[in-house]
């Protein structure tokens, strides 16, 4: 047996069985002291608190598997966007070695050199200097004529 006290002011207590003293709790449902004052138990039962957090954890799974989704996608895109700005950047770098002779600077700290007899280097030389030395060494062969060659 339970004793319970009347939520109204001098009533008083009254004893009431475990097992329906557990049962008001988890249903929340009204009851009457002896005096007639209807009395409820406050707060959430335990099982509605577990339903609660159950509801919640589904919400964070939905939204962390939604936001998971939208993260693979981006990286999808981003990766497609990556290489079409390759394809981009290796048409326009072949355009602009088509127009030029000598040593040329492709991007910072990055040269090539293009012979006016058609010759180009496919090499990336870290110093203007590399590119000279081996633009010079091309020049200084024979074979340096009006054929169109690609050095390696």
């Given at each position: 047996m339970a004793r319970l006290t009347c939520a109204h002011s001098n009533c008083g207590t009254f004893l009431m069985d475990d097992a329906l003293v557990?049962?008001?709790?988890?249903?929340?449902?009204?009851?009457y002291c002896p005096g007639g004052h209807e009395q409820h138990f406050d707060g959430a039962s335990p099982e509605a608190k577990l339903r609660e957090r159950i509801a919640e954890l589904e919400q964070e799974v939905t939204r962390l598997t939604e936001r998971a989704k939208n993260t693979r996608e981006q990286l999808f895109d981003t990766y497609d966007e990556l290489r079409d700005e390759r394809a981009r950047r290796?048409?326009?770098?072949?355009?602009?070695?088509?127009?030029?002779?000598?040593?040329?600077?492709?991007?910072?700290?990055?040269?090539?050199?293009?012979?006016?007899?058609?010759?180009?280097?496919?090499?990336?030389?870290?110093?203007?200097?590399?590119?000279?030395?081996?633009?010079?060494?091309?020049?200084?062969r024979d074979a340096c004529d009006e054929t169109e060659q690609v050095v390696a």
């Amino acid at each position: 047996m339970a004793r319970l006290t009347c939520a109204h002011s001098n009533c008083g207590t009254f004893l009431m069985d475990d097992a329906l003293v557990q049962r008001l709790k988890r249903t929340g449902d009204p009851f009457y002291c002896p005096g007639g004052h209807e009395q409820h138990f406050d707060g959430a039962s335990p099982e509605a608190k577990l339903r609660e957090r159950i509801a919640e954890l589904e919400q964070e799974v939905t939204r962390l598997t939604e936001r998971a989704k939208n993260t693979r996608e981006q990286l999808f895109d981003t990766y497609d966007e990556l290489r079409d700005e390759r394809a981009r950047r290796k048409h326009v770098e072949a355009l602009y070695l088509a127009g030029q002779e000598g040593v040329v600077e492709i991007t910072d700290d990055v040269y090539r050199w293009v012979c006016p007899c058609g010759a180009s280097c496919r090499t990336d030389f870290e110093t203007r200097g590399e590119a000279y030395g081996a633009y010079d060494d091309h020049r200084g062969r024979d074979a340096c004529d009006e054929t169109e060659q690609v050095v390696a």
